[in-house]
């Protein structure tokens, strides 16, 4: 089945602890995304990777970092995790390119205390 | 920065009525998706527009896409209450890589 996989997909962690969220897609898409989504913000992008060892900022990538190693996983990072980063976190992927369709992961809902 | 103003934010209508879902901007887009998401689950597409003025239908819901490429619309006739839930508009922005910039999405309830 063609899926975008993240997890864990709820944790709650303490400030400072660093953490990561991992994400997997099965469908060789070249393009991976990371947003999250806070109530009246809707969603944002924090980075995307057009391909592997390519990745580039969005919209609010302060406090984050990713990686893009290989062309299926693509990680966010916290290295120091502050509570206004507490939020639902989405992963997505597609073929290469803007235009195409987003497939989006089931969301990793991230509490920092 | 928020490129994309939907509105409304909300909306709560009964089971028939129709209605249009609105998503502005100032910017160009070089292609304007919208979404559907569900409480606990991630967007799901609906349609992907990409030339001005382009008219898309998906059953009862028709989409618009502006003649500048600056807008769009969601218009949905004689609404069902499986139709309720987000609504999120998306443009792809070109001029620097491929962003993807979303509105912050019209909330929809239909009730029977």
């Known amino acids: 089945e063609a899926q975008v996989t993240q997890n864990p997909r709820y944790l709650i962690t303490v400030t400072g602890k660093k953490l990561t969220v991992t994400c997997s897609q099965n469908?060789?898409?070249?393009?991976m995304s990371w947003y999250r989504q806070d109530p009246g913000l809707g969603l944002r992008q924090i980075y995307y990777s057009m391909n592997v060892e390519v990745t580039d900022k969005g919209d609010v990538p302060e406090g984050y970092k990713v990686s893009r190693k290989e062309k299926r996983n693509f990680p966010l990072i916290l290295e120091s995790p502050s509570p206004n980063q507490t939020s639902l976190y989405f992963c997505a992927s597609s073929p290469p390119q803007g235009g195409y369709e987003q497939y989006f992961g089931p969301g990793t809902r991230l509490t920092v205390t | 920065t928020q490129l994309l103003e939907q509105s409304p934010q909300f909306l709560s209508i009964q089971e028939g009525e129709n209605l249009t879902v609105y998503c502005n901007s100032s910017s160009v887009f070089s292609s304007l998706q919208w979404y559907r998401q569900e409480p606990g689950e991630g967007p799901v597409l609906l349609v992907t527009v990409v030339t001005g003025g382009e008219v898309k239908k998906l059953k009862r819901l028709t989409f618009q896409f502006g003649d500048a490429r600056k807008d769009s619309s969601l218009h949905i006739t004689a609404a069902q209450p499986g139709d309720t839930g987000l609504y999120l508009c998306a443009g792809w922005m070109t001029n620097s890589g491929y962003a993807l910039n979303f509105g912050k999405g019209t909330s929809l309830l239909v009730t029977p």
């Open positions: 469908m060789n898409h070249e393009y």
